[in-house]
């Protein structure tokens, strides 16, 4: 089977983990749950996006990899925010907060408010 | 950090990645088993909500660098499973690029070896060669004689040296059996113009005796023995004293340079002025330029005519820088070769391009599954590129063993006469930029389409509809470059074509003598155990005395069928000398004829089977006791008796007068391509001559008569060395080697890129009716006629091939030019060899049409492919 239609855009994911990997140093599991929490499970994380991201973030130096103990006692790769990330992280935020004050716009004008496929 | 990042290269990226993964699913699972699930459930629902693990995982590698050296290994694991999976494309683009690469690399060895790199010698651009020529017989390389050597040295200011040779074979005797050697007369300045040292002892000084030995003489017949300085040598039964031994590089120059030197400067015969036997080199003065040198020469020689008239007449002096008089022989030859071997190149680079187009476009579809698959973009291409690299790598491998082949066997078919050719080795600069050539075809044809097809929406690539689109520019340019292919390839084919007509008409020109079966030996008879008789030199007893048991020796040798002694074998030019008829007015100096001077005795035409034309050849009668006869060629009748029967009148030859008895035919002597030259013939018995040619003609293989015929010598005399024992087939085979050489290369190079056309053609019909395989078995199953099909799919690509082949011809008429100097006869245009030539490409290109086409038209008449996608 090829992917699922992805539940999250892509750049919106890449913000989603810095975000959250500012608050603390965390595994790429938690990362998933966090974000699943904290959106009250409105957003749902496809975990075979996920590593890629991560894997994409920490090659761009947004951020570091260290080794941690889980919650199940094994040990780990600990994803934690570098200063570059904090950075980036600001950059995003101001970005989705554009792309999203613009959608907003399109829908509230539109007669028909398009479900989907909104694209930024 | 940086430990760290240490760490994870350490350890497989691998394993950390497979560890994330799982630790993430267990998690995964034990949530799930919280929430209420069976573990074995849970661990299904964990691994479903993951999602492709593998596919995960490559992208994970995709985005990570370090991962690139993991993976390179599995890329060219895969890459050699890719081209094992198609057998007969990586055969073919293999060999393509190793002949490309080799060929090239082979030929341009030896162009640098023998024209580009430097000579050999200390300061090799000071050093010229000095010619005469003759304006009143139009000649230009021509020897100087003695003493014009001896006044232009005297004048000259431009060069530091000016130093003369002459080629003076000796008979070594004193050291195992006596042997012929060849050997130079030179002044003592000679080895300081060539700028060559010795290794041991000294080179003699002005006005001083001695001998000088080449280093393989020394090794060869002295055991390199150091005890060799101050020996005593004889030579030509004259003792002398070995005063050194010359470096290696001495002998550089030629394969066929002296291996003894004697001094010019003792020599106490008297040297003509008319005797053009001497070879000049100059060392010019640092500073001095070859026109200044050319301008003083020029000088000094209208000096000589005006003061030399009877001799110099006509003469002037020519100064030529030494490695392109070298070179001159050869530069035609290997100029026409670069130039194929380039054509053979791109030829090459053409045909890697076209089937790399084919394969990428071939593989657009598996890409696209690929990707699809979740290959990320970046692997794809870095999998396309390792591809690139393993074709490339064990293609310029092969290439370099072709290349040392290639310099083998061009040194072993080249003329035994090319200078230099002897140190060529395997040129690193023309391998490298061969092999970047070939490489630069291969990333613009290979790979970019590659990268391009693997970028394209992957849906799109599995529908093909993108795909067709793409690859229909694709084919128009595929088409392009099979016919450039068709078209190099057909100049190349047609110049093969003229040269082998030429070569053809060479070896079947009528050279007036049957070389079948004949063997010659030379010997000269040393003049201390035969000693010059008096004036008029008629009679002399010592040498008719070696002739007959010589003779009778040789007539003992079983199968020999005739054999005659005579001055020279037909396989050898002898010198000219001016002859005048007795009783005309004797023409004013330097308009007199010159006619080819030659001794033979009775047998000499059942050795040659030349045709007698009229009158009678020798018998055994035309002695020193007899009227004085000579026998002249057709080509001299023509000159001195146009017209007129020429048996009974008398010429003068030297200072005797001879009656004409007979008339035969025309040989070219020296070698087919050469002119036929008035010649007479005087009686063996009449003219005795230290120099002897032994001509014998046997039943079968002559060659196997050669060590009987050197006993017989020995048995003649023991002191007498026989040299140049040759099978006249043999001597006329190195007379043609040069067109033989150049020949037979550019044969083998037009037919390699006559194969690589093929091949480019086959490919793209066969590609292009694969991709009709649908359509042209619907309409089959609809009623069309094969023949039809086959016309409306192979026209087009005939029709193009016939324009390739018309633009190839009018290529080769514009380029005629370059393979003149290399034809013998009519010219480079002769339209039945264009015809031919033409006609053979086109069959050979159809095979590359027929063959895809009638196996497509077979399989189409199945109605299975239908069905099939």
């Given at each position: 089977?090829?992917?699922?239609?992805?539940?999250?855009?892509?750049?919106?994911?890449?913000?989603?983990?810095?975000?959250?990997?500012?608050?603390?140093?965390?595994?790429?599991?938690?990362?998933?749950?966090?974000?699943?929490?904290?959106?009250?499970?409105?957003?749902?994380?496809?975990?075979?996006?996920?590593?890629?991201?991560?894997?994409?973030?920490?090659?761009?130096?947004?951020?570091?990899?260290?080794?941690?103990?889980?919650?199940?006692?094994?040990?780990?790769?600990?994803?934690?925010?570098?200063?570059?990330?904090?950075?980036?992280?600001?950059?995003?935020?101001?970005?989705?907060?554009?792309?999203?004050?613009?959608?907003?716009?399109?829908?509230?004008?539109?007669?028909?408010?398009?479900?989907?496929?909104?694209?930024? | 950090?940086?430990?760290?990042?240490?760490?994870?290269?350490?350890?497989?990226?691998?394993?950390?990645?497979?560890?994330?993964?799982?630790?993430?699913?267990?998690?995964?699972?034990?949530?799930?088993?919280?929430?209420?699930?069976?573990?074995?459930?849970?661990?299904?629902?964990?691994?479903?909500?993951?999602?492709?693990?593998?596919?995960?995982?490559?992208?994970?590698?995709?985005?990570?660098?370090?991962?690139?050296?993991?993976?390179?290994?599995?890329?060219?694991?895969?890459?050699?499973?890719?081209?094992?999976?198609?057998?007969?494309?990586?055969?073919?683009?293999?060999?393509t690029l190793a002949l490309g690469i080799g060929a090239n690399t082979a030929v341009f060895s030896v162009l640098r070896a023998v024209m580009l790199q430097p000579l050999p010698l200390a300061e090799p651009e000071r050093i010229v060669r000095i010619y005469e020529n003759d304006r009143l017989r139009g000649t230009t390389q021509e020897?100087?004689?003695?003493?014009?050597?001896?006044?232009?040295?005297?004048?000259?200011?431009?060069?530091?040296?000016?130093?003369?040779?002459?080629?003076?074979?000796?008979?070594?005797?004193?050291?195992?059996?006596?042997?012929?050697?060849?050997?130079?007369?030179?002044?003592?300045?000679?080895?300081?113009?060539?700028?060559?040292?010795?290794?041991?002892?000294?080179?003699?000084?002005?006005?001083?005796?001695?001998?000088?030995?080449?280093?393989?003489?020394?090794?060869?017949?002295?055991?390199?023995?150091?005890?060799?300085?101050?020996?005593?040598?004889?030579?030509?039964?004259?003792?002398?004293?070995?005063?050194?031994?010359?470096?290696?590089?001495?002998?550089?120059?030629?394969?066929?340079?002296?291996?003894?030197?004697?001094?010019?400067?003792?020599?106490?015969?008297?040297?003509?002025?008319?005797?053009?036997?001497?070879?000049?080199?100059?060392?010019?003065?640092?500073?001095?330029?070859?026109?200044?040198?050319?301008?003083?020469?020029?000088?000094?020689?209208?000096?000589?005519?005006?003061?030399?008239?009877?001799?110099?007449?006509?003469?002037?002096?020519?100064?030529?820088?030494?490695?392109?008089?070298?070179?001159?022989?050869?530069?035609?030859?290997?100029?026409?070769?670069?130039?194929?071997?380039?054509?053979?190149?791109?030829?090459?680079?053409?045909?890697?391009?076209?089937?790399?187009?084919?394969?990428?476009?071939?593989?657009?579809?598996?890409?696209?599954?690929?990707?699809?698959?979740?290959?990320?973009?970046?692997?794809?291409?870095?999998?396309?590129?390792?591809?690139?690299?393993?074709?490339?790598?064990?293609?310029?491998?092969?290439?370099?063993?072709?290349?040392?082949?290639?310099?083998?066997?061009?040194?072993?078919?080249?003329?035994?006469?090319?200078?230099?050719?002897?140190?060529?080795?395997?040129?690193?600069?023309?391998?490298?930029?061969?092999?970047?050539?070939?490489?630069?075809?291969?990333?613009?044809?290979?790979?970019?389409?590659?990268?391009?097809?693997?970028?394209?929406?992957?849906?799109?690539?599995?529908?093909?509809?993108?795909?067709?689109?793409?690859?229909?520019?694709?084919?128009?340019?595929?088409?392009?470059?099979?016919?450039?292919?068709?078209?190099?390839?057909?100049?190349?084919?047609?110049?093969?074509?003229?040269?082998?007509?030429?070569?053809?008409?060479?070896?079947?020109?009528?050279?007036?003598?049957?070389?079948?079966?004949?063997?010659?030996?030379?010997?000269?008879?040393?003049?201390?155990?035969?000693?010059?008789?008096?004036?008029?030199?008629?009679?002399?007893?010592?040498?008719?005395?070696?002739?007959?048991?010589?003779?009778?020796?040789?007539?003992?040798?079983?199968?020999?069928?005739?054999?005659?002694?005579?001055?020279?074998?037909?396989?050898?030019?002898?010198?000219?000398?001016?002859?005048?008829?007795?009783?005309?007015?004797?023409?004013?100096?330097?308009?007199?004829?010159?006619?080819?001077?030659?001794?033979?005795?009775p047998d000499y035409l059942a050795v040659t089977r030349t045709r007698l034309r009229s009158g009678r050849f020798f018998t055994a009668d035309d002695d020193e006791r007899h009227p004085l006869v000579a026998v002249v060629n057709e080509a001299f009748v023509r000159r001195y008796f146009p017209g007129e029967d020429p048996l009974g009148?008398?010429?003068?030859?030297?200072?005797?007068?001879?009656?004409?008895?007979?008339?035969?035919?025309?040989?070219?002597?020296?070698?087919?391509?050469?002119?036929?030259?008035?010649?007479?013939?005087?009686?063996?018995?009449?003219?005795?001559?230290?120099?002897?040619?032994?001509?014998?003609?046997?039943?079968?293989?002559?060659?196997?008569?050669?060590?009987?015929?050197?006993?017989?010598?020995?048995?003649?005399?023991?002191?007498?060395?026989?040299?140049?024992?040759?099978?006249?087939?043999?001597?006329?085979?190195?007379?043609?080697?040069?067109?033989?050489?150049?020949?037979?290369?550019?044969?083998?190079?037009?037919?390699?890129?006559?194969?690589?056309?093929?091949?480019?053609?086959?490919?793209?019909?066969?590609?292009?009716?694969?991709?009709?395989?649908?359509?042209?078995?619907?309409?089959?199953?609809?009623?069309?006629?094969?023949?039809?099909?086959?016309?409306?799919?192979?026209?087009?690509?005939?029709?193009?091939?016939?324009?390739?082949?018309?633009?190839?011809?009018?290529?080769?008429?514009?380029?005629?030019?370059?393979?003149?100097?290399?034809?013998?006869?009519?010219?480079?245009?002769?339209?039945?060899?264009?015809?031919?030539?033409?006609?053979?490409?086109?069959?050979?290109?159809?095979?590359?049409?027929?063959?895809?086409?009638?196996?497509?038209?077979?399989?189409?008449?199945?109605?299975?492919?239908?069905?099939?996608?």
């Amino acid at each position: 089977m090829a992917e699922k239609k992805p539940d999250l855009l892509q750049g919106t994911l890449d913000l989603l983990i810095l975000r959250t990997l500012a608050l603390e140093p965390m595994h790429g599991f938690a990362v998933a749950k966090r974000i699943e929490q904290v959106s009250d499970e409105l957003l749902r994380v496809e975990h075979g996006s996920l590593y890629p991201a991560l894997y994409r973030l920490e090659e761009q130096g947004f951020i570091a990899a260290e080794w941690g103990i889980s919650e199940n006692n094994r040990k780990v790769k600990y994803y934690k925010l570098t200063r570059a990330g904090h950075r980036q992280l600001e950059r995003e935020l101001q970005n989705w907060r554009r792309v999203s004050q613009g959608i907003e716009r399109v829908i509230v004008s539109a007669l028909e408010p398009d479900t989907g496929e909104a694209k930024a | 950090m940086s430990l760290l990042r240490a760490l994870l290269r350490r350890r497989k990226l691998d394993e950390i990645l497979d560890d994330e993964v799982q630790h993430h699913i267990d998690l995964q699972t034990q949530e799930y088993v919280q929430a209420g699930m069976a573990p074995g459930e849970a661990r299904e629902a964990a691994r479903q909500r993951f999602g492709r693990v593998d596919s995960v995982k490559e992208r994970c590698r995709d985005q990570n660098r370090v991962a690139g050296v993991e993976s390179f290994w599995q890329d060219l694991k895969f890459a050699a499973r890719g081209f094992a999976a198609q057998p007969g494309l990586s055969a073919v683009l293999l060999a393509t690029l190793a002949l490309g690469i080799g060929a090239n690399t082979a030929v341009f060895s030896v162009l640098r070896a023998v024209m580009l790199q430097p000579l050999p010698l200390a300061e090799p651009e000071r050093i010229v060669r000095i010619y005469e020529n003759d304006r009143l017989r139009g000649t230009t390389q021509e020897g100087a004689s003695y003493p014009d050597y001896l006044d232009l040295k005297r004048s000259v200011q431009q060069f530091e040296h000016l130093a003369s040779t002459q080629r003076m074979d000796v008979t070594l005797t004193g050291r195992g059996e006596p042997e012929r050697i060849r050997a130079a007369r030179i002044s003592s300045n000679y080895f300081a113009a060539l700028g060559v040292q010795p290794m041991l002892g000294r080179v003699f000084g002005p006005g001083e005796g001695g001998v000088l030995l080449s280093y393989a003489l020394w090794q060869r017949k002295f055991g390199g023995s150091r005890d060799v300085l101050g020996m005593e040598v004889r030579l030509d039964g004259f003792t002398d004293t070995i005063r050194g031994v010359m470096a290696p590089e001495a002998n550089s120059l030629s394969p066929r340079s002296a291996e003894v030197w004697t001094a010019a400067e003792i020599v106490r015969a008297t040297q003509f002025r008319g005797q053009h036997n001497s070879i000049l080199f100059g060392r010019l003065r640092s500073g001095a330029t070859i026109e200044a040198a050319q301008a003083e020469v020029s000088a000094v020689m209208a000096r000589l005519e005006k003061d030399y008239p009877n001799d110099n007449l006509g003469r002037g002096g020519r100064v030529v820088p030494l490695h392109e008089d070298l070179a001159a022989n050869m530069r035609p030859a290997l100029r026409v070769l670069s130039g194929a071997v380039a054509l053979l190149l791109v030829i090459a680079c053409v045909n890697i391009a076209n089937l790399l187009l084919a394969r990428a476009s071939a593989r657009g579809r598996e890409l696209a599954i690929r990707v699809s698959l979740g290959a990320g973009r970046a692997r794809l291409t870095r999998q396309l590129l390792t591809e690139s690299l393993l074709l490339a790598v064990s293609g310029g491998i092969l290439g370099l063993a072709v290349g040392f082949a290639g310099v083998k066997g061009l040194i072993a078919l080249a003329p035994p006469d090319v200078p230099l050719i002897g140190r060529t080795s395997l040129d690193g600069a023309v391998l490298a930029v061969t092999f970047g050539i070939s490489m630069a075809a291969w990333l613009i044809f290979g790979i970019l389409p590659a990268i391009r097809s693997a970028v394209m929406p992957p849906l799109a690539a599995l529908q093909g509809s993108a795909g067709n689109t793409a690859s229909r520019g694709s084919m128009r340019l595929r088409h392009g470059l099979v016919m450039t292919q068709i078209a190099l390839a057909a100049v190349l084919v047609i110049f093969s074509g003229v040269l082998i007509r030429s070569f053809w008409r060479l070896r079947h020109a009528d050279i007036g003598y049957e070389p079948r079966g004949a063997i010659s030996v030379q010997m000269k008879l040393p003049e201390t155990r035969y000693p010059y008789p008096k004036f008029p030199y008629l009679d002399w007893p010592a040498v008719f005395g070696f002739h007959d048991r010589l003779k009778a020796a040789v007539r003992e040798i079983p199968g020999v069928e005739a054999a005659s002694i005579a001055f020279a074998g037909p396989d050898r030019l002898t010198w000219t000398t001016r002859t005048t008829v007795d009783g005309r007015p004797i023409p004013p100096e330097g308009e007199q004829d010159e006619a080819q001077f030659r001794t033979a005795d009775p047998d000499y035409l059942a050795v040659t089977r030349t045709r007698l034309r009229s009158g009678r050849f020798f018998t055994a009668d035309d002695d020193e006791r007899h009227p004085l006869v000579a026998v002249v060629n057709e080509a001299f009748v023509r000159r001195y008796f146009p017209g007129e029967d020429p048996l009974g009148k008398r010429i003068r030859v030297y200072t005797t007068l001879r009656t004409v008895v007979g008339v035969i035919d025309d040989i070219r002597y020296g070698g087919p391509g050469l002119p036929v030259q008035p010649t007479m013939y005087m009686s063996l018995r009449q003219f005795p001559f230290p120099d002897v040619t032994l001509i014998v003609r046997t039943k079968g293989d002559p060659a196997a008569a050669a060590g009987a015929l050197r006993q017989a010598v020995f048995s003649a005399d023991p002191n007498v060395a026989p040299f140049e024992i040759s099978t006249l087939e043999g001597s006329l085979r190195n007379a043609t080697a040069r067109e033989r050489f150049v020949m037979t290369l550019l044969t083998v190079f037009a037919g390699v890129a006559l194969l690589l056309a093929t091949v480019g053609i086959y490919g793209v019909v066969a590609f292009a009716v694969g991709r009709r395989r649908q359509e042209i078995a619907l309409r089959l199953a609809l009623g069309a006629k094969g023949l039809d099909l086959f016309r409306q799919i192979a026209g087009g690509t005939l029709a193009r091939t016939v324009a390739a082949i018309l633009v190839g011809c009018m290529g080769s008429l514009a380029l005629a030019r370059i393979v003149e100097p290399l034809v013998s006869g009519t010219g480079t245009y002769e339209t039945s060899t264009y015809v031919t030539v033409a006609v053979l490409i086109l069959a050979t290109a159809s095979l590359g049409v027929m063959v895809p086409l009638r196996r497509a038209l077979r399989s189409a008449s199945s109605s299975l492919l239908l069905r099939s996608e």
